[in-house]
C-alpha cells in the first residue's frame, strides 16, 4: 500500500519525541529484566543490593525500600509515562503504523506451533517464552548452587559421615522448596499484566489484554505447578525431621505457614476451575471461583510479608487500578435503544453512546445483565463503528450457553426495558489496515462479529482515504441457512446511503449442514426490531476517564503511588520505628502487610474516584441529548433472498457484496490430506492464490479452523501471508 507522507515539521517533533520515549520506556524495562537475570548472582546478593539496601532501606521505608526502588518504580514509571506516550500518539494521528518495523517482524510473526498444548504459538512467543523458562531455570540452578555450597561448607565433618549427609540432604531439600516459590513469585511478577483489560504496558508492544489471555494462562499453570511442588517439598520436609507442627504456625514475625496454605487451597481451586473441559462446560464455576484472586493475594501478602510482595506489587498495583475503574463504570445503567432478533438465534443489542467515546475495530466489551446474574459479566465483540455510528455501539450475540439463552427468551418475550451495564470497550491502541493489500477474514459461525467491525471500518476508510483501501475477501461458514442472515448486519442501518463504491469485497459464504437452499422462505423468519423505552437513570456508554482516558490513568497511577508512599514513610517514621527502637521489640510482619494492603487500596481507591466524578460531571455538563419516552416497538426486516443455485441475488437495502457465492453440503471436490474442516481445502487454495505483496489473514472461529488458517499460513509458500486469531479464552 502507499505509504504516509511525512507530514508538518509539527507532526515530524512529535514523531521525534515518540520515538525518544520509546527509548527511555524500552531502557528502563531491560533494566528491570536485568535486575531480575542478576538477582540470583553472588555479584548481586552480596555487592550491589548491598549498596541500595543502605540508601533505600530507610526509616521511613523500612526493609520494603530497596524492593520499591528497584522491582516497582520502574514498572509504574513505565505504565505512567506509557500514558501519556498513548495520548500523544491518538492525538497526533495514527502514529503506531510503522510499516518498515511490521514488515522486519513478519517472520517472527508467522505461526510457528500449530497443534499442541498452547495452541497457535508464534516464533517471537515460542522465543520469549524460551528466553523466560531460561530464567526460572537459571535463576533456580544459580541459588541452588551458591546454597548449596554454603551447606557443604557450613556443616563441620564428624565420624558419622552418614548423619552429615543425611542432615545436609534435609537442608538441600529445605533450600530447594524455599526456591521452588521464588521462581512461582517471578511469574506472579508478570502474571496480572495480561488480564488488565485498561492496561497502557500492553499497548506499548502491540498487544491486547483479550489477545494476551493465553500468557495469563501459560503463566497461571506455571506458578501454580511451582506453589504446588513447594508446598509439597516443605511437607515432606517437615516430616523428614519430624515438626510438622510448623503447618500450625503463624509467627508474629517473618514468614506465616498457615496463611502459605490458605493462599495455596485458593490457588488450587482456581486452578482446577480453569481446566478447559470445566471452563467450557461449567462457565460459572470457573467465572466465580476464579473472583478467589482476592483471597489468594491477600493470604499471599500476609505469607511472604510486604517487603517480599513488592516484587510483584506492579503487576497487582495495576491490576487493582483497572479492576477499581471497571467497578466504578458498571455501576452505570446503559440505555439500551433497541435490539434485533435474527432468525438464527442472535441477538444484535444496539446501545446509546458518547460521541466522546471512540474506540478500534474488533473491540470487546463486557456485559452484565442483572436479571440474569448480577456477578457475571460476559465479553462479546463490538460490531459497530464509531466512525460510522457515533451515537451508538453494536454487540452481537449468539444464543448458546445458559446465560445467552436466557437473555434471548427475555428479548424475545415483550419487554419495555432492559437493566445493563457495560465494562469497555477495549482493543487495541491503533490498527492498521493499510500496510495490506488484501484482507482475508476467515470466520465460523458467530465468529464473523470481529469482521463486521472491521468492514465497517474500511467503509468509511473508503470514503475518506485517497489511497485504496485492502480489497476483501470474506470467508464465512455457517451451520444452517438461517445462519446467513448474519450477513445482514455487515453494513450498518445508519451507513445505507455511504457511498462504498472504493471497497473491493468479495464473499465467499457456506452452509455445511444443508446440501441445497430452501426452497421458500419462511415470512415469520425475518430479522425483528424491538426498540426499548428509555428511562432518565440510564447513561450513554462512556469512556469512564473521559476523552483524555490516558492522561486520566497516568495521573491515577503516579499520584496513588506517591499517596502510598507518603501514608507507608509516615506509619513506618512515627509508629512502627519507634516500636523498633525504644521498647526493642519487633512490629507484626502481618499487621504491616495488612496496613500497606489497606493503603493501597485507599489510595487507589481515592485517586481513582476523584478522577472518576472529576470526568463525569465535565461529561454531564457538555452532554446534550433528550430522552424520547416512546413505547416499545417492534419493526420487521426482511433477510436475504437466495436463488436456487444458491447465489445471494439481493439485500433489502445497499450491498457490500460486488461478487459473492454460497456454497451448500458436502467437501469440496478436491480432498485435503490434513485439513478436517469442510472449507479447509478451498481455504487453504484461496489464501495461496489470493493477490498482493502482502495478505492480512485474520482468522475467527472454532479452533479447529484457527489451526487449520495458521497450518496454511506458516507454510514455506505462504510468505505473503500475515496471520492473526481472534479468538476469546473464556
Not at 637 to 643: D, E, F, N, Q, V
Not at 670 to 681: A, N, Q, T
Given at each position: 500500500?502507499?505509504?504516509?507522507?511525512?507530514?508538518?515539521?509539527?507532526?515530524?517533533?512529535?514523531?521525534?519525541?515518540?520515538?525518544?520515549m520509546r527509548?527511555?520506556?524500552?531502557?528502563?524495562?531491560?533494566?528491570?529484566?536485568?535486575?531480575?537475570?542478576?538477582?540470583?548472582?553472588?555479584?548481586w546478593?552480596?555487592?550491589?543490593?548491598?549498596?541500595v539496601?543502605?540508601h533505600?532501606?530507610?526509616?521511613?521505608?523500612?526493609?520494603?525500600?530497596?524492593?520499591?526502588l528497584?522491582?516497582?518504580?520502574?514498572?509504574?514509571?513505565?505504565?505512567?509515562?506509557g500514558?501519556?506516550?498513548?495520548?500523544?500518539?491518538?492525538?497526533?494521528?495514527?502514529?503506531?503504523?510503522?510499516?518498515?518495523?511490521?514488515?522486519?517482524?513478519?517472520?517472527?510473526?508467522r505461526?510457528?506451533?500449530?497443534?499442541?498444548?498452547?495452541?497457535?504459538?508464534?516464533?517471537?512467543?515460542?522465543?520469549?517464552?524460551?528466553?523466560?523458562?531460561?530464567?526460572?531455570?537459571?535463576?533456580?540452578?544459580?541459588?541452588?548452587?551458591?546454597?548449596?555450597?554454603?551447606?557443604?561448607?557450613?556443616?563441620?565433618?564428624?565420624?558419622?559421615?552418614?548423619?552429615?549427609?543425611?542432615?545436609?540432604?534435609?537442608?538441600?531439600?529445605?533450600?530447594?522448596?524455599?526456591?521452588?516459590?521464588?521462581?512461582?513469585?517471578?511469574?506472579?511478577?508478570?502474571?496480572?499484566?495480561?488480564v488488565?483489560?485498561g492496561?497502557?504496558?500492553?499497548?506499548?508492544?502491540?498487544?491486547?489484554?483479550?489477545?494476551?489471555i493465553k500468557?495469563?494462562?501459560?503463566?497461571?499453570?506455571?506458578?501454580?505447578?511451582?506453589?504446588?511442588?513447594?508446598?509439597?517439598?516443605?511437607?515432606?520436609y517437615?516430616?523428614?525431621?519430624?515438626?510438622?507442627?510448623?503447618?500450625?504456625?503463624?509467627?508474629?514475625?517473618?514468614?506465616?505457614?498457615?496463611?502459605?496454605?490458605?493462599?495455596?487451597?485458593?490457588?488450587?481451586?482456581?486452578?482446577?476451575?480453569?481446566?478447559?473441559?470445566?471452563?467450557?462446560?461449567?462457565?460459572?464455576?470457573?467465572?466465580?471461583?476464579?473472583?478467589?484472586?482476592?483471597?489468594?493475594?491477600?493470604?499471599?501478602?500476609l505469607?511472604?510479608?510486604?517487603?517480599f510482595?513488592?516484587?510483584?506489587l506492579p503487576?497487582?498495583?495495576?491490576?487493582?487500578?483497572?479492576?477499581?475503574?471497571?467497578?466504578?463504570?458498571?455501576?452505570?445503567?446503559?440505555?439500551?435503544?433497541?435490539?434485533?432478533?435474527l432468525?438464527?438465534?442472535t441477538?444484535?443489542?444496539?446501545?446509546?453512546?458518547?460521541?466522546?467515546?471512540?474506540?478500534?475495530?474488533?473491540?470487546?466489551?463486557?456485559?452484565?445483565v442483572?436479571?440474569?446474574?448480577?456477578?457475571?459479566?460476559?465479553?462479546?465483540?463490538v460490531?459497530?463503528?464509531?466512525?460510522?455510528?457515533?451515537?451508538?455501539?453494536?454487540?452481537?450475540?449468539?444464543?448458546?450457553?445458559?446465560?445467552?439463552?436466557?437473555?434471548?427468551?427475555?428479548?424475545?418475550?415483550?419487554?419495555?426495558?432492559l437493566?445493563?451495564?457495560?465494562?469497555?470497550p477495549?482493543?487495541?491502541?491503533?490498527?492498521?489496515?493499510?500496510?495490506?493489500?488484501?484482507?482475508?477474514?476467515?470466520?465460523?459461525?458467530?465468529?464473523i462479529?470481529?469482521f463486521?467491525?472491521?468492514?465497517?471500518?474500511?467503509?468509511?476508510?473508503?470514503?475518506?482515504?485517497?489511497?485504496?483501501?485492502?480489497?476483501?475477501?470474506?470467508?464465512?461458514?455457517?451451520?444452517?441457512?438461517?445462519d446467513?442472515?448474519?450477513?445482514?448486519?455487515?453494513?450498518p442501518?445508519?451507513?445505507?446511503?455511504?457511498?462504498?463504491?472504493?471497497?473491493?469485497?468479495?464473499l465467499?459464504?457456506?452452509?455445511?449442514?444443508?446440501?441445497e437452499?430452501p426452497?421458500?422462505?419462511?415470512?415469520h423468519?425475518?430479522?425483528?426490531?424491538?426498540?426499548?423505552?428509555?428511562?432518565?437513570?440510564?447513561?450513554?456508554?462512556?469512556?469512564?476517564?473521559?476523552?483524555?482516558?490516558?492522561?486520566w490513568?497516568?495521573a491515577?497511577?503516579?499520584?496513588?503511588?506517591?499517596?502510598?508512599?507518603?501514608?507507608?514513610?509516615?506509619?513506618?517514621?512515627?509508629?512502627?520505628?519507634?516500636?523498633?527502637?525504644?521498647?526493642g521489640?519487633?512490629?507484626?510482619?502481618?499487621?504491616k502487610?495488612?496496613?500497606?494492603?489497606?493503603?493501597?487500596?485507599?489510595?487507589?481507591?481515592?485517586?481513582?474516584?476523584?478522577?472518576?466524578?472529576?470526568?463525569?460531571?465535565?461529561?454531564e455538563?457538555?452532554?446534550?441529548?433528550?430522552?424520547?419516552?416512546?413505547?416499545?416497538?417492534?419493526?420487521?426486516?426482511?433477510?436475504?433472498?437466495?436463488?436456487?443455485?444458491?447465489?445471494?441475488?439481493?439485500?433489502?437495502?445497499?450491498?457490500?457484496?460486488?461478487?459473492?457465492?454460497?456454497?451448500?453440503?458436502?467437501?469440496p471436490?478436491?480432498?485435503s490430506?490434513?485439513?478436517?474442516?469442510?472449507?479447509?481445502?478451498?481455504?487453504?487454495?484461496?489464501?495461496?492464490?489470493t493477490?498482493?505483496?502482502?495478505?492480512?489473514?485474520?482468522?475467527?472461529?472454532?479452533?479447529?479452523?484457527?489451526?487449520?488458517?495458521?497450518?496454511?499460513?506458516?507454510?514455506?509458500?505462504?510468505?505473503?501471508?500475515?496471520?492473526?486469531?481472534?479468538s476469546?479464552?473464556?
Amino acid at each position: 500500500m502507499a505509504t504516509a507522507k511525512q507530514g508538518s515539521p509539527s507532526q515530524q517533533g512529535r514523531r521525534i519525541l515518540l520515538a525518544g520515549m520509546r527509548f527511555l520506556l524500552g531502557a528502563v524495562f531491560l533494566g528491570y529484566l536485568m535486575v531480575w537475570i542478576l538477582s540470583p548472582t553472588n555479584l548481586w546478593r552480596q555487592n550491589w543490593n548491598v549498596q541500595v539496601d543502605k540508601h533505600a532501606n530507610s526509616t521511613y521505608f523500612g526493609e520494603q525500600g530497596s524492593n520499591l526502588l528497584i522491582f516497582t518504580f520502574p514498572i509504574l514509571f513505565i505504565a505512567a509515562l506509557g500514558c501519556l506516550y498513548l495520548h500523544l500518539g491518538k492525538t497526533g494521528g495514527n502514529y503506531m503504523e510503522r510499516t518498515g518495523e511490521n514488515s522486519r517482524l513478519a517472520f517472527w510473526k508467522r505461526p510457528l506451533l500449530v497443534k499442541g498444548p498452547l495452541g497457535v504459538v508464534s516464533a517471537i512467543e515460542l522465543a520469549f517464552l524460551a528466553m523466560f523458562i531460561a530464567l526460572l531455570i537459571w535463576t533456580y540452578s544459580t541459588k541452588l548452587t551458591i546454597r548449596f555450597s554454603e551447606i557443604n561448607r557450613g556443616m563441620p565433618h564428624h565420624h558419622n559421615h552418614s548423619h552429615d549427609h543425611e542432615k545436609r540432604w534435609k537442608l538441600k531439600l529445605g533450600t530447594s522448596a524455599y526456591n521452588l516459590a521464588l521462581l512461582g513469585n517471578i511469574c506472579c511478577a508478570f502474571l496480572f499484566f495480561p488480564v488488565t483489560r485498561g492496561s497502557s504496558i500492553l499497548p506499548l508492544v502491540g498487544l491486547t489484554s483479550e489477545a494476551s489471555i493465553k500468557y495469563h494462562i501459560w503463566l497461571g499453570h506455571l506458578a501454580m505447578v511451582l506453589f504446588t511442588a513447594h508446598g509439597l517439598c516443605y511437607f515432606l520436609y517437615w516430616a523428614l525431621i519430624h515438626d510438622l507442627e510448623q503447618l500450625l504456625r503463624w509467627d508474629k514475625v517473618g514468614v506465616s505457614n498457615v496463611a502459605g496454605e490458605i493462599a495455596l487451597v485458593f490457588g488450587i481451586v482456581m486452578w482446577v476451575a480453569v481446566l478447559p473441559r470445566i471452563r467450557r462446560q461449567k462457565f460459572e464455576f470457573f467465572f466465580y471461583t476464579h473472583q478467589l484472586y482476592f483471597l489468594f493475594l491477600l493470604f499471599y501478602v500476609l505469607h511472604v510479608g510486604i517487603a517480599f510482595f513488592t516484587l510483584i506489587l506492579p503487576g497487582v498495583y495495576l491490576f487493582l487500578i483497572d479492576r477499581y475503574l471497571r467497578f466504578l463504570q458498571s455501576r452505570r445503567k446503559v440505555r439500551l435503544d433497541s435490539t434485533r432478533l435474527l432468525p438464527c438465534e442472535t441477538l444484535e443489542l444496539n446501545f446509546t453512546k458518547s460521541p466522546g467515546l471512540v474506540y478500534t475495530p474488533a473491540s470487546v466489551v463486557f456485559v452484565n445483565v442483572p436479571s440474569i446474574s448480577s456477578l457475571q459479566w460476559h465479553p462479546f465483540t463490538v460490531s459497530s463503528n464509531c466512525n460510522l455510528e457515533p451515537d451508538n455501539l453494536s454487540v452481537i450475540i449468539k444464543k448458546e450457553g445458559t446465560w445467552t439463552q436466557k437473555l434471548y427468551n427475555m428479548l424475545s418475550s415483550p419487554l419495555d426495558r432492559l437493566d445493563v451495564s457495560v465494562e469497555g470497550p477495549y482493543g487495541p491502541a491503533a490498527v492498521d489496515f493499510q500496510r495490506h493489500d488484501t484482507l482475508v477474514l476467515v470466520s465460523g459461525g458467530s465468529g464473523i462479529t470481529p469482521f463486521i467491525s472491521i468492514i465497517r471500518e474500511l467503509i468509511f476508510l473508503s470514503t475518506t482515504l485517497t489511497s485504496p483501501t485492502p480489497r476483501i475477501v470474506l470467508i464465512s461458514a455457517f451451520k444452517t441457512s438461517a445462519d446467513l442472515t448474519m450477513l445482514d448486519l455487515l453494513l450498518p442501518i445508519s451507513a445505507t446511503h455511504s457511498p462504498i463504491s472504493n471497497l473491493q469485497f468479495q464473499l465467499e459464504a457456506f452452509v455445511t449442514r444443508e446440501k441445497e437452499p430452501p426452497s421458500t422462505t419462511d415470512p415469520h423468519k425475518l430479522i425483528q426490531t424491538i426498540r426499548f423505552k428509555p428511562h432518565p437513570s440510564d447513561a450513554p456508554i462512556s469512556p469512564v476517564l473521559g476523552p483524555n482516558g490516558w492522561l486520566w490513568l497516568g495521573a491515577i497511577i503516579s499520584s496513588s503511588f506517591v499517596m502510598y508512599l507518603i501514608l507507608v514513610g509516615l506509619l513506618t517514621r512515627y509508629y512502627i520505628y519507634p516500636i523498633h527502637h525504644n521498647t526493642g521489640k519487633t512490629y507484626s510482619t502481618t499487621s504491616k502487610a495488612l496496613l500497606n494492603t489497606l493503603f493501597i487500596c485507599f489510595c487507589i481507591a481515592v485517586t481513582a474516584s476523584v478522577a472518576m466524578l472529576w470526568n463525569k460531571k465535565s461529561m454531564e455538563g457538555n452532554l446534550i441529548g433528550s430522552v424520547e419516552m416512546d413505547n416499545p416497538s417492534t419493526t420487521f426486516l426482511s433477510s436475504w433472498s437466495r436463488g436456487s443455485d444458491g447465489d445471494v441475488e439481493n439485500l433489502p437495502r445497499q450491498s457490500l457484496v460486488q461478487s459473492s457465492k454460497v456454497h451448500y453440503g458436502a467437501r469440496p471436490p478436491l480432498r485435503s490430506e490434513f485439513f478436517w474442516f469442510p472449507v479447509s481445502y478451498f481455504l487453504a487454495r484461496m489464501l495461496l492464490e489470493t493477490e498482493g505483496s502482502s495478505v492480512g489473514v485474520l482468522v475467527s472461529g472454532p479452533k479447529e479452523m484457527r489451526h487449520d488458517v495458521a497450518t496454511v499460513c506458516s507454510s514455506g509458500q505462504a510468505d505473503r501471508l500475515h496471520f492473526e486469531a481472534i479468538s476469546f479464552n473464556w
